[in-house]
């Protein structure tokens, strides 16, 4: 069993920088792939960004290609998401989640764990 906690969110203004963290436990973690997702009101949960096991590959949405940079640090079990260029429409759930595939990495039903979730809201 994999446990994920999520720390980072807040408010921020359009322009501004948010770092998002996520812990996790259990020793696999350097096995998993790692992805975040995000989910604004009345809307379905969204793919992000996503890293291999090793941190030698990463994969991003259109949406926030060259304005967020997903990154892990397997030594402390935690993978991180930093976001700037901060728009409005960023505003959701943010949640990272643990894959044991990099096979359709941005498919949410591919992740076998989530976390919580962490709120990010980005003000005009």
Do not use: H
Not at 21 to 34: A, E, H
């Amino acid at each position: 069993q994999v446990q994920l906690v999520e720390s980072g969110g807040g408010l921020v203004q359009a322009g501004g920088s948010l770092r998002l963290s996520c812990t996790t436990s259990g020793s696999t973690f350097s096995s998993y792939t790692m992805g975040w997702f995000r989910q604004a009101p009345g809307k379905e949960r969204d793919f992000a960004a996503a890293i291999s096991w090793s941190g030698s590959n990463t994969y991003y949405a259109d949406s926030v290609k060259g304005r967020f940079t997903v990154s892990r640090d397997n030594a402390k079990n935690t993978v991180y998401l930093q976001m700037n260029s901060l728009k409005p429409e960023d505003t959701a759930v943010y949640y990272c989640a643990a894959s044991r595939t990099w096979y359709q990495r941005d498919q949410a039903n591919k992740y076998n764990y989530w976390g919580q979730g962490t709120q990010v809201t980005v003000s005009s």
